[in-house]
Each structure stands twice: as structure tokens, then as C-alpha cells.
């Protein structure tokens, strides 16, 4: 009888040794490679620093201090007068002051845009107040245009205001308005004044030769391929107008007429230790700032849809 001896184990036929190389340049076509790993500090960062004091401030919004309805800190804010009025405060102030940085900085960079005589010398003065601060700009502010500043004492000298009746320009709505220009419109100036140099100049150009008065040149050229600069300017001097906290208090009438939501924040978290509430207020602000920031977005591609616009 034969016996039959078992069959040799197979071994795994190697690999090629150019597959794992073919495999990284197939992902690196795709984007994916070690230059990957420079995104994990901006990812950590990310995480650590705002999404997860976000979720955490979203979660402890449902969790009221006073109350076993989950919604009863929204409720409560839409609900209270005092409360409800501070968003529409901070609206009023945000827009406007968002809207007059952009529109001012439009022309002023628009006329800089190309080469000119003091160039740096003018921009470096429009940019200068960006250096001040905040408190630093009110302590301006009062001094300046407050009841005993320089302005009304001018203005009282010429007969053109009385002493008991100064020009009331701070300790309102028009200080803290006066106070967000100040502050916001090097920012604005500085991104509009990059997205119209990267506006193509032969496009005016050839446009002029056509009989394309200046008008026209702005209007129906570079102002469409501005839109989109226009847009994120708006979007990002909208932030930090709607966020709004010092000039309020400083320049402002904090109590009443400048009553902002941040400040509302503030006293629902170190006035009345209701951290549930304060987070909820935080939550709807940043939910408000979301919304017309997509207003916005959205409404851009209504005035420019090419494929290109100017670059900043």
C-alpha cells in the first residue's frame, strides 16, 4: 500500500515591490499623503478650542437651572422684553456699522488700487486705528467727543452748541456706531483694497477703449468680480460688529439704548451664575450670525455666477 505524503504548505507569493509605491501615488493623486499630517495641529487646535466648547455650550443650553423644560432658557429669552430687545439692539448696530465700513472702503480702495503717489504712507494712516484697541479708542472717544471733549469745547467757542447742551455723540447708540467704524474699517479697507488688486486692469482698460465711461467700468465689470470680496468683507466686519462687548459699556449706554446680546450673555453667566442661560443666549447668537451670514452668501451669486472673481 502507498502512502501518500502531505502536500507542501504554500507560502504567500510576495508582493511586488513596486504595489505599495503605486498605492501611495494613487493617493497622492487624490490628495491623500504625509503632507496630511500638517492639517493635525489646525485639526487639534479646531476641536479643542471650538467645536468642542461649542457642543459643550449647545448641551448645556438644555439643561436650565430653574426648570425641567429643556427649551425653558429659548423661551425665556423670546419671552422677556428686556432680553428679546438686546438681539435687535446688537442688529441695529451690527448691520449699519458692517454696511458703512464696506461702503466707505470701497472707493477709498478703489482710488488705491493701482500705483499712486504716498501709497504706503496713506494706507499705513487708514490702517493705523487697527493697532489702537478697543479701550484705547474709547478713552480717544471720550476724549475727543465727550460733553467736555475737544469737539463740543470747539463748538461751544464758535456759538454753535451751548455748554448745557453738548452735541451728544457717546454714551448712546451714534458712540458705540462711531466706535465699531473706528475699529472695523482698516479690516474692511484692507480686504477690499486685496480683492480689486487682483482684479485684471486690462479689463478696464479695454473696456475705456470702447467708449466705457468710468461709471459703467465700475459698475458693470469690476463691481461684479468684487461681489464676492464685497460679500466675505461684509460677513467677517458683521462678526466682529455683532460681537460687539467694550465699546458698549465704554461709549455706549449699556442699560438701555446699547443693551447688546453679548452683554446680555455676560450678566446671565457672572450677574446671575446661570451658565445654562448664558449659553443658551450664546447659542443664539451664534445661530443669528449663521443666518445672515447665509443671507448673504446666498445673495452674492444673484450679482456675480462666473467661474472667477478677484483674488485677495
Known sequence: MTVLSPAPAQTPAPKAPGSRAALSHRLAEKGVDRTLLLLLPGLVFLVLLFIYPFL????????PSKSTDVFANYKQFFTEPFLRD????????????????????VPIA??????????????????IPITLGTVLT????????????????????????????????????WGVIISLVISG???????????L?????????????????????F???????????????????FVLAFSVFPSAYLVGDATSTTHVISIAAYDAAYSEFDYSKASAIAMIMAAVML??????????????????????
Not at 474699517?185 to 480683492?195: D, K, N, R, T
Not at 443666518?291 to 472673481?309: E, M, Q
Open 56 to 63: 459643550y455650550g449647545l448641551g448645556l443650553s438644555f439643561q
Open 86 to 105: 438686546s438681539l435687535f439692539i446688537t442688529l441695529r448696530i451690527g448691520l449699519p456699522a458692517a454696511l458703512i465700513n464696506v461702503v466707505v472702503s
Open 110 to 127: 478703489y482710488r488705491m488700487r493701482g500705483r499712486m503717489r504716498g501709497k504706503r504712507f496713506l494706507t499705513t494712516l487708514l490702517v
Open 138 to 173: 474709547a478713552e480717544g472717544m471720550i476724549n475727543y467727543l465727550g460733553p467736555t471733549g475737544w469737539l463740543n469745547k470747539t463748538l461751544t467757542t464758535i456759538g454753535l452748541t451751548d455748554i448745557d447742551h453738548p452735541l451728544p455723540l457717546i454714551k448712546n447708540y
Open 185 to 195: 474699517f482698516p479690516f474692511a479697507f484692507l480686504l477690499i483694497l486685496s480683492y
Open 197 to 217: 488688486s487682483g482684479i485684471d486692469p486690462s479689463l478696464d482698460a479695454a473696456a475705456a477703449t470702447l467708449g466705457a465711461s468710468p461709471a459703467k467700468r
Open 219 to 237: 459698475w458693470q465689470i469690476t463691481f461684479p468680480l468684487l461681489a464676492p470680496g464685497l460679500a466675505i468683507t461684509f460677513c467677517l466686519t
Open 291 to 312: 443666518l445672515i451670514i447665509s443671507l448673504v452668501l446666498w445673495g452674492r451669486s444673484w450679482l456675480y455666477r462666473g467661474s472667477a472673481g478677484g483674488k485677495g
